[in-house]
Protein backbone atom coordinates (compact mmCIF):
# COMPACT_ATOMS: atom_id res chain seq x y z
CA UNK A 1 0.00 0.00 0.00
CA UNK A 2 1.43 3.66 -0.80
CA UNK A 3 1.44 5.87 2.12
CA UNK A 4 -0.25 9.36 2.51
CA UNK A 5 2.24 11.79 0.18
CA UNK A 6 2.27 13.96 3.45
CA UNK A 7 4.07 11.47 5.38
CA UNK A 8 6.56 10.62 3.19
CA UNK A 9 8.06 14.32 3.43
CA UNK A 10 8.55 13.97 7.60
CA UNK A 11 12.04 13.89 8.50
CA UNK A 12 12.08 11.53 11.93
CA UNK A 13 12.95 12.76 15.08
CA UNK A 14 16.48 12.99 16.37
CA UNK A 15 15.52 13.06 19.86
CA UNK A 16 13.49 9.61 19.63
CA UNK A 17 16.26 8.29 17.52
CA UNK A 18 18.90 9.22 19.97
CA UNK A 19 16.56 7.47 23.05
CA UNK A 20 15.94 4.70 21.25
CA UNK A 21 19.60 3.57 20.59
CA UNK A 22 20.45 4.77 24.05
CA UNK A 23 17.58 2.04 25.25
CA UNK A 24 18.64 -0.76 23.17
CA UNK A 25 21.98 -0.52 24.85
CA UNK A 26 21.07 -0.02 28.56
CA UNK A 27 18.72 -2.91 27.86
CA UNK A 28 21.95 -5.10 27.05
CA UNK A 29 23.53 -4.00 30.02
CA UNK A 30 25.54 -0.51 29.60
CA UNK A 31 25.85 2.36 32.18
CA UNK A 32 24.38 4.55 29.44
CA UNK A 33 23.53 8.21 30.87
CA UNK A 34 20.51 9.82 28.79
CA UNK A 35 21.11 13.88 28.00
CA UNK A 36 18.55 13.53 25.53
CA UNK A 37 15.25 13.87 27.60
CA UNK A 38 12.89 17.11 26.60
CA UNK A 39 10.91 16.77 30.53
CA UNK A 40 11.96 17.02 34.10
CA UNK A 41 13.72 14.12 36.35
CA UNK A 42 10.39 15.30 39.31
CA UNK A 43 7.41 13.39 39.72
CA UNK A 44 4.21 15.16 39.49
CA UNK A 45 3.54 17.21 43.04
CA UNK A 46 1.69 14.72 45.02
CA UNK A 47 -1.27 17.99 45.08
CA UNK A 48 -1.94 17.81 41.68
CA UNK A 49 -1.19 13.57 41.86
CA UNK A 50 -4.24 13.49 44.75
CA UNK A 51 -6.25 15.88 42.83
CA UNK A 52 -6.12 12.98 39.96
CA UNK A 53 -6.88 10.26 42.16
CA UNK A 54 -10.03 12.32 44.02
CA UNK A 55 -11.45 12.96 40.48
CA UNK A 56 -11.46 9.04 39.67
CA UNK A 57 -12.66 8.28 42.97
CA UNK A 58 -15.37 10.75 42.27
CA UNK A 59 -16.15 9.36 38.59
CA UNK A 60 -15.18 12.24 36.70
CA UNK A 61 -13.78 9.79 34.08
CA UNK A 62 -16.31 10.52 31.11
CA UNK A 63 -16.17 13.02 28.04
CA UNK A 64 -16.06 16.47 28.68
CA UNK A 65 -16.15 19.65 26.00
CA UNK A 66 -14.07 18.97 23.06
CA UNK A 67 -12.23 22.43 24.03
CA UNK A 68 -11.66 21.45 27.65
CA UNK A 69 -13.44 21.83 31.25
CA UNK A 70 -14.71 25.17 31.41
CA UNK A 71 -13.45 25.14 35.19
CA UNK A 72 -10.21 24.35 33.33
CA UNK A 73 -10.67 26.96 30.98
CA UNK A 74 -11.26 29.41 34.18
CA UNK A 75 -7.99 28.72 35.72
CA UNK A 76 -6.29 29.00 32.80
CA UNK A 77 -7.73 32.64 32.23
CA UNK A 78 -6.35 33.59 35.90
CA UNK A 79 -3.62 32.40 35.36
CA UNK A 80 -2.92 34.34 32.01
CA UNK A 81 -4.06 37.56 33.97
CA UNK A 82 -2.05 36.50 37.20
CA UNK A 83 1.22 36.44 35.23
CA UNK A 84 1.04 38.44 31.93
CA UNK A 85 -1.89 40.71 33.12
CA UNK A 86 -3.43 39.23 30.01
CA UNK A 87 -7.63 39.07 29.86
CA UNK A 88 -9.15 36.11 27.81
CA UNK A 89 -12.61 34.90 27.95
CA UNK A 90 -13.59 31.27 27.54
CA UNK A 91 -14.57 31.33 23.98
CA UNK A 92 -10.47 32.87 23.48
CA UNK A 93 -8.94 28.91 25.46
CA UNK A 94 -8.72 25.94 24.14
CA UNK A 95 -7.46 23.20 26.53
CA UNK A 96 -5.19 20.31 24.40
CA UNK A 97 -3.82 16.81 24.66
CA UNK A 98 -0.53 18.70 25.26
CA UNK A 99 1.09 22.05 23.59
CA UNK A 100 2.28 19.79 20.99
CA UNK A 101 -1.28 18.77 19.97
CA UNK A 102 -2.12 22.44 20.47
CA UNK A 103 0.69 23.62 17.91
CA UNK A 104 -0.30 20.64 15.52
CA UNK A 105 -4.36 21.76 15.50
CA UNK A 106 -3.40 25.28 15.11
CA UNK A 107 -1.59 24.55 12.15
CA UNK A 108 -4.07 22.62 10.54
CA UNK A 109 -6.42 25.30 10.73
CA UNK A 110 -4.50 28.17 9.35
CA UNK A 111 -2.37 26.98 6.66
CA UNK A 112 -2.95 26.30 3.08
CA UNK A 113 -1.14 24.63 0.63
CA UNK A 114 2.24 26.13 0.45
CA UNK A 115 1.42 29.40 3.24
CA UNK A 116 4.77 30.03 4.88
CA UNK A 117 5.54 29.93 8.21
CA UNK A 118 8.77 31.81 9.43
CA UNK A 119 10.64 29.16 11.96
CA UNK A 120 13.72 30.69 13.62
CA UNK A 121 16.68 28.28 13.89
CA UNK A 122 17.77 26.48 16.07
CA UNK A 123 14.16 25.32 16.35
CA UNK A 124 11.72 22.39 18.32
CA UNK A 125 12.19 19.47 16.27
CA UNK A 126 8.55 19.16 15.56
CA UNK A 127 7.64 22.91 14.23
CA UNK A 128 8.92 22.09 10.51
CA UNK A 129 7.40 18.91 11.00
CA UNK A 130 3.97 20.17 11.86
CA UNK A 131 4.02 23.40 8.97
CA UNK A 132 4.84 20.34 6.66
CA UNK A 133 1.40 18.17 7.60
CA UNK A 134 -0.64 21.09 7.55
CA UNK A 135 0.44 21.31 3.94
CA UNK A 136 2.68 24.29 4.67
CA UNK A 137 6.47 25.84 4.10
CA UNK A 138 8.75 26.57 6.76
CA UNK A 139 10.78 29.02 6.11
CA UNK A 140 14.15 29.31 8.10
CA UNK A 141 15.53 32.23 9.31
CA UNK A 142 19.07 31.36 11.28
CA UNK A 143 19.17 32.87 15.19
CA UNK A 144 23.21 33.52 14.90
CA UNK A 145 25.23 32.61 18.06
CA UNK A 146 26.62 35.95 18.23
CA UNK A 147 22.75 37.54 18.70
CA UNK A 148 21.93 34.75 21.25
CA UNK A 149 20.22 32.60 18.76
CA UNK A 150 17.51 35.48 18.24
CA UNK A 151 16.74 36.68 14.75
CA UNK A 152 16.14 40.40 13.79
CA UNK A 153 14.01 42.19 12.62
CA UNK A 154 15.86 42.80 9.79
CA UNK A 155 15.87 39.18 8.83
CA UNK A 156 12.15 38.72 9.24
CA UNK A 157 11.65 41.61 6.82
CA UNK A 158 13.89 39.80 4.02
CA UNK A 159 11.87 36.40 3.98
CA UNK A 160 8.01 38.12 4.05
CA UNK A 161 6.27 37.27 0.68
CA UNK A 162 2.30 37.42 0.07
CA UNK A 163 2.21 34.04 1.65
CA UNK A 164 3.66 34.24 4.73
CA UNK A 165 1.14 33.33 6.88
CA UNK A 166 2.75 32.98 10.35
CA UNK A 167 6.26 33.27 12.76
CA UNK A 168 7.06 30.55 15.98
CA UNK A 169 8.31 32.78 18.39
CA UNK A 170 9.61 30.02 20.80
CA UNK A 171 11.53 32.17 24.29
CA UNK A 172 12.35 30.44 26.53
CA UNK A 173 14.00 28.61 23.42
CA UNK A 174 13.90 24.59 22.85
CA UNK A 175 17.20 23.95 22.27
CA UNK A 176 19.07 26.70 22.93
CA UNK A 177 17.77 28.23 26.40
CA UNK A 178 18.04 32.23 24.86
CA UNK A 179 14.75 34.45 25.63
CA UNK A 180 13.88 37.58 23.84
CA UNK A 181 14.02 40.82 25.17
CA UNK A 182 10.76 43.33 25.57
CA UNK A 183 12.45 45.39 22.91
CA UNK A 184 13.59 42.55 20.76
CA UNK A 185 9.71 41.30 20.93
CA UNK A 186 8.82 44.80 19.85
CA UNK A 187 10.63 45.18 16.84
CA UNK A 188 9.25 42.13 15.75
CA UNK A 189 5.94 42.70 17.05
CA UNK A 190 5.80 45.72 14.51
CA UNK A 191 6.59 43.62 11.48
CA UNK A 192 4.71 41.44 12.52
CA UNK A 193 1.41 43.79 12.87
CA UNK A 194 2.89 46.36 9.42
CA UNK A 195 2.40 42.62 7.33
CA UNK A 196 -0.46 40.83 8.97
CA UNK A 197 1.80 38.26 9.99
CA UNK A 198 0.41 35.89 12.44
CA UNK A 199 2.46 35.56 15.99
CA UNK A 200 2.90 31.71 17.38
CA UNK A 201 4.22 32.30 20.82
CA UNK A 202 5.44 29.02 22.47
CA UNK A 203 5.88 29.94 26.05
CA UNK A 204 6.32 25.80 27.52
CA UNK A 205 9.23 27.00 29.33
CA UNK A 206 8.28 30.31 30.94
CA UNK A 207 8.71 28.96 34.42
CA UNK A 208 12.08 27.92 33.82
CA UNK A 209 14.44 31.23 33.93
CA UNK A 210 17.60 31.71 35.62
CA UNK A 211 19.94 34.77 36.92
CA UNK A 212 17.14 36.46 37.56
CA UNK A 213 15.54 36.59 33.76
CA UNK A 214 11.86 37.24 33.77
CA UNK A 215 9.81 35.91 30.91
CA UNK A 216 7.51 38.53 28.12
CA UNK A 217 4.93 37.79 26.15
CA UNK A 218 4.33 39.30 23.31
CA UNK A 219 0.92 39.57 23.83
CA UNK A 220 1.00 41.68 26.85
CA UNK A 221 3.11 44.43 25.13
CA UNK A 222 0.15 46.16 23.07
CA UNK A 223 -3.50 45.74 22.53
CA UNK A 224 -2.71 45.19 18.85
CA UNK A 225 -0.15 42.34 19.68
CA UNK A 226 -2.54 40.62 21.85
CA UNK A 227 -5.12 39.96 19.22
CA UNK A 228 -2.13 39.14 16.62
CA UNK A 229 -0.70 36.17 18.80
CA UNK A 230 -1.80 32.70 19.70
CA UNK A 231 0.08 31.78 23.14
CA UNK A 232 1.18 27.89 23.29
CA UNK A 233 1.45 26.71 26.82
CA UNK A 234 0.75 23.98 29.08
CA UNK A 235 1.92 22.37 32.42
CA UNK A 236 4.43 19.67 30.72
CA UNK A 237 7.57 21.65 32.10
CA UNK A 238 6.48 23.82 34.15
CA UNK A 239 5.12 21.19 36.98
CA UNK A 240 6.68 17.84 35.74
CA UNK A 241 3.50 16.67 34.07
CA UNK A 242 4.91 15.83 30.82
CA UNK A 243 3.07 12.08 30.63
CA UNK A 244 -0.39 13.87 31.48
CA UNK A 245 -0.65 15.54 28.20
CA UNK A 246 -2.29 18.73 28.82
CA UNK A 247 -1.15 21.67 26.98
CA UNK A 248 -3.72 24.86 25.76
CA UNK A 249 -3.54 28.13 22.98
CA UNK A 250 -5.32 31.10 24.08
CA UNK A 251 -6.18 34.35 21.41
CA UNK A 252 -7.96 35.22 18.19
CA UNK A 253 -11.70 33.29 19.40
CA UNK A 254 -12.03 32.57 15.64
CA UNK A 255 -9.11 30.71 15.25
CA UNK A 256 -9.86 29.21 18.63
CA UNK A 257 -13.38 27.96 17.57
CA UNK A 258 -11.89 26.41 14.82
CA UNK A 259 -9.66 23.86 16.90
CA UNK A 260 -12.27 23.39 19.29
CA UNK A 261 -13.94 21.72 15.88
CA UNK A 262 -11.28 20.18 14.60
CA UNK A 263 -10.88 19.10 18.19
CA UNK A 264 -13.85 17.40 18.02
CA UNK A 265 -13.47 14.96 15.06
CA UNK A 266 -10.03 14.17 16.25
CA UNK A 267 -9.48 13.48 19.82
CA UNK A 268 -12.83 14.46 21.18
CA UNK A 269 -11.25 15.76 24.14
CA UNK A 270 -8.29 15.65 26.01
CA UNK A 271 -8.27 13.51 28.98
CA UNK A 272 -10.84 13.99 31.79
CA UNK A 273 -8.38 12.91 34.53
CA UNK A 274 -5.75 14.91 33.63
CA UNK A 275 -7.47 18.22 33.11
CA UNK A 276 -8.62 17.84 36.63
CA UNK A 277 -5.27 17.45 37.61
CA UNK A 278 -4.31 20.87 36.00
CA UNK A 279 -7.06 22.51 37.52
CA UNK A 280 -5.02 21.08 40.78
CA UNK A 281 -1.51 22.60 39.46
CA UNK A 282 -2.98 26.14 38.92
CA UNK A 283 -4.98 26.12 41.90
CA UNK A 284 -2.52 24.64 44.55
CA UNK A 285 0.68 26.02 45.82
CA UNK A 286 3.80 26.65 43.23
CA UNK A 287 6.25 25.56 46.21
CA UNK A 288 7.10 22.48 44.06
CA UNK A 289 7.62 24.66 40.52
CA UNK A 290 9.88 26.94 42.57
CA UNK A 291 11.89 24.31 44.35
CA UNK A 292 12.09 21.98 40.80
CA UNK A 293 13.38 25.61 39.23
CA UNK A 294 16.03 25.93 41.51
CA UNK A 295 17.42 22.76 41.24
CA UNK A 296 17.92 23.24 37.48
CA UNK A 297 19.65 26.82 37.76
CA UNK A 298 21.93 24.85 40.01
CA UNK A 299 22.84 22.14 38.04
CA UNK A 300 23.32 24.34 35.57
CA UNK A 301 26.01 26.52 37.07
CA UNK A 302 27.39 23.60 37.74
CA UNK A 303 27.39 21.55 34.45
CA UNK A 304 27.99 24.84 31.93
CA UNK A 305 31.40 25.47 33.67
CA UNK A 306 32.91 21.94 33.58
CA UNK A 307 31.25 21.77 29.59
CA UNK A 308 32.83 24.77 28.99
CA UNK A 309 36.41 23.23 29.74
CA UNK A 310 36.59 20.76 27.70
CA UNK A 311 38.63 21.02 24.19
CA UNK A 312 36.52 21.92 21.48
CA UNK A 313 33.02 22.92 22.98
CA UNK A 314 31.49 26.24 23.15
CA UNK A 315 28.52 26.65 24.68
CA UNK A 316 26.40 30.44 25.67
CA UNK A 317 25.22 29.97 28.56
CA UNK A 318 21.49 29.69 28.73
CA UNK A 319 18.78 32.26 30.46
CA UNK A 320 15.87 29.86 30.78
CA UNK A 321 14.52 25.59 29.83
CA UNK A 322 16.82 23.15 30.43
CA UNK A 323 19.25 22.36 28.04
CA UNK A 324 22.75 23.41 26.74
CA UNK A 325 23.37 23.95 23.18
CA UNK A 326 27.43 24.07 22.60
CA UNK A 327 28.51 24.19 19.37
CA UNK A 328 30.93 21.04 18.98
CA UNK A 329 32.19 21.16 15.19
CA UNK A 330 35.60 21.67 16.73
CA UNK A 331 35.31 19.05 19.22
CA UNK A 332 34.12 16.72 16.26
CA UNK A 333 37.20 17.78 14.25
CA UNK A 334 39.80 17.50 17.11
CA UNK A 335 38.36 13.83 16.98
CA UNK A 336 38.77 12.91 13.49
CA UNK A 337 35.16 13.73 12.57
CA UNK A 338 33.88 15.55 9.23
CA UNK A 339 30.32 16.37 11.03
CA UNK A 340 28.82 16.34 15.20
CA UNK A 341 26.62 13.66 14.01
CA UNK A 342 29.39 11.28 14.29
CA UNK A 343 30.96 12.94 17.16
CA UNK A 344 27.23 12.04 19.05
CA UNK A 345 27.17 8.45 18.01
CA UNK A 346 31.19 8.09 19.12
CA UNK A 347 30.48 9.00 22.10
CA UNK A 348 27.38 6.74 22.49
CA UNK A 349 28.90 3.83 21.63
CA UNK A 350 32.48 4.13 23.02
CA UNK A 351 31.53 6.25 26.01
CA UNK A 352 27.68 5.66 26.52
CA UNK A 353 26.93 8.94 26.86
CA UNK A 354 23.50 10.30 24.84
CA UNK A 355 23.61 13.28 23.43
CA UNK A 356 21.20 15.23 20.64
CA UNK A 357 23.07 16.16 17.48
CA UNK A 358 22.02 19.78 16.56
CA UNK A 359 21.46 18.58 12.76
CA UNK A 360 17.94 17.67 13.82
CA UNK A 361 16.78 21.15 15.14
CA UNK A 362 18.26 22.65 12.24
CA UNK A 363 22.46 23.81 13.48
CA UNK A 364 24.41 21.15 12.76
CA UNK A 365 27.64 22.49 14.11
CA UNK A 366 25.57 22.27 17.69
CA UNK A 367 24.61 19.10 20.60
CA UNK A 368 21.70 19.76 22.85
CA UNK A 369 22.26 18.26 26.21
CA UNK A 370 19.71 18.22 28.85
CA UNK A 371 20.31 18.69 32.53
CA UNK A 372 16.98 17.30 33.64
CA UNK A 373 18.56 14.61 35.38
CA UNK A 374 20.61 14.56 38.56
CA UNK A 375 23.98 16.38 39.12
CA UNK A 376 25.97 12.79 39.74
CA UNK A 377 24.75 12.02 36.59
CA UNK A 378 25.55 15.01 34.83
CA UNK A 379 29.18 15.66 35.97
CA UNK A 380 29.76 11.61 35.02
CA UNK A 381 28.56 12.05 31.79
CA UNK A 382 30.65 15.12 31.48
CA UNK A 383 33.63 13.68 32.50
CA UNK A 384 32.92 10.59 30.15
CA UNK A 385 32.73 13.38 27.42
CA UNK A 386 36.24 15.45 28.89
CA UNK A 387 37.65 11.96 28.68
CA UNK A 388 36.60 10.94 24.83
CA UNK A 389 38.36 13.82 23.70
CA UNK A 390 41.52 13.56 25.85
CA UNK A 391 41.79 10.16 24.31
CA UNK A 392 41.11 11.02 20.74
CA UNK A 393 43.09 14.10 21.15
CA UNK A 394 46.19 11.98 21.96
CA UNK A 395 45.72 9.57 19.71
Given at each position: ??????????????????????????????????????????N??????????????????????????????????????????????????????????????????????????????????S????????????????????????I?????????T????????????????M???????????????????????????????????????????????????????????S??????????????????????????????????????A??????G????V????????????????????????????????F???????????????????????????????????G??????????????????????A???????M?K????
Amino acid sequence: MNLAQRVSTLTPSTTLEITAKAKELKDAGHDVIGLGAGEPDFNTPDHILDAAKKAMDEGFTKYTPSGGLPSLKKEIIKKLERDQKLAYNPSEIIVCSGAKHALYTLFQVILDKDDEVVIPTPYWVSYPEQVKLAEGKPIYVEGKEQNQFKITPEQLKEVLTPKTKAIIINSPSNPTGMIYTTKELLDLGKVCLENNVLIVSDEIYEKLLYDGNEHISIAQLSPELKEQTIIINGVSKSHSMTGWRIGYAAGNQTIIKAMTNLASHSTSNPTSIAQYATIAAYQGAQDAVEEMRHAFEERLTIIFEKLNKIPGFHCLKPQGAFYLFPNAIEAAKLAGFDNVDSLVKALLEEEKVALVPGSGFGAADYVRLSYATSLEQLEEAVDRIANFMKKTIAK
